[in-house]
Every structure is written in C-alpha cells, then in structure tokens.
C-alpha cells in the first residue's frame, strides 16, 4: 500500500473495525461496524499506482459500486 505516515490513528472509538494495517502495525484502514452505507475510512493513498496494486483496486471498485447504487436508490431525488 501507498502511505506516509506524518499522523496516524492509534485508539478507534468504539463501534470502529480496524480493517488494515501497515507493516509498521499503524491503523491504514477502518470501518464503522454494522453501517449500512460503504463507511471505509484510509490512511493511505490508494489512487497512487492504482492499477498496479489490486488492494487499491479492489477498495476504489468497491466505492465505484456503493456510488452506483446509492445513486439509483436515489435517481430522481436531487435535480
């Protein structure tokens, strides 16, 4: 993964899930537990090499799809 580590999370609130770490052990990503929208909160650059690194790949379709179906539950709602 892509990541600088000028700050990083080192406690998560209650109702988060870590769901990545850097070899370092820092937090790179989390999640909000049982949310029912795409809730993945990153620590690193997934855009950076994108294509060249299927973790980025994987997170950035997976938004793709949450967008597409956020957006036609919605389609008609906003002009």
């Not at 892509?2 to 406690?11: D, E, I, P, R």
């Not at 070899?23 to 855009?47: K, M, N, R």
Request: charged share 15%; aromatic share 8%; hydrophobic share 40%.
């Amino acid at each position: 993964m892509n990541s600088v580590h000028g700050q990083a999370v080192k406690t998560l609130a209650p109702g988060l899930r870590v769901e990545a770490r850097a070899p370092d052990g820092v937090i790179e990503a989390f999640s909000v537990e049982g949310s029912a929208g795409f809730t993945l909160c990153l620590q690193w650059h997934p855009e950076w090499q994108a294509a060249q690194n299927p973790q980025s790949m994987a997170m950035l379709t997976a938004f793709g799809q949450a967008c597409r179906r956020w957006r036609e539950g919605h389609r008609g709602a906003y002009p």
